[in-house]
């Protein structure tokens, strides 16, 4: 399910899942992707962080699975990103050392 989050002139953005979301639009239609997809960093444990024990949990939704299917998931949403972008469309992803290669 696609919400819209906000508008304006010429911009949308909407809070949905990112795969189903992008299975709307034509091949070749979009000039530019900005991605910020999960780090994978939460393991659930604590960390000491200001001299308290704090969370490393962020959410369900950045616990790994294992790097081979961490690679997968990446593999399979810059493809899906690859078929909408135009020929000289560009993406932008914000990652970390730990999963960004």
């Keep these: 399910m696609q919400k819209?989050?906000?508008k304006?002139?010429?911009?949308?953005?909407y809070q949905a899942d990112f795969l189903e979301f992008?299975?709307?639009f034509p091949e070749n239609s979009?000039?530019?992707?900005?991605a910020d997809p999960p780090y994978?960093?939460?393991s659930?444990?604590?960390?000491?962080q200001n001299g308290k024990?704090?969370?490393v949990k962020k959410g369900d939704w950045d616990l790994s699975n294992g790097l081979k299917k961490n690679f997968e998931f990446h593999l399979e949403w810059i493809k899906a990103v690859r078929k909408i972008l135009k020929p000289n469309g560009t993406?932008?992803?914000s990652g970390t050392y730990h999963s960004i290669y």
């Design 4 to 6: 819209l989050y906000y």
């Design 30 to 34: 979009i000039d530019m992707v900005f």
């Design 22 to 24: 992008l299975k709307e």
């Design 8 to 13: 304006k002139l010429r911009f949308e953005l």
């Design 91 to 93: 993406i932008w992803i």
């Design 44 to 48: 659930g444990t604590f960390t000491c």
């Design 53 to 55: 024990m704090v969370s």
């Design 40 to 42: 994978f960093l939460s």
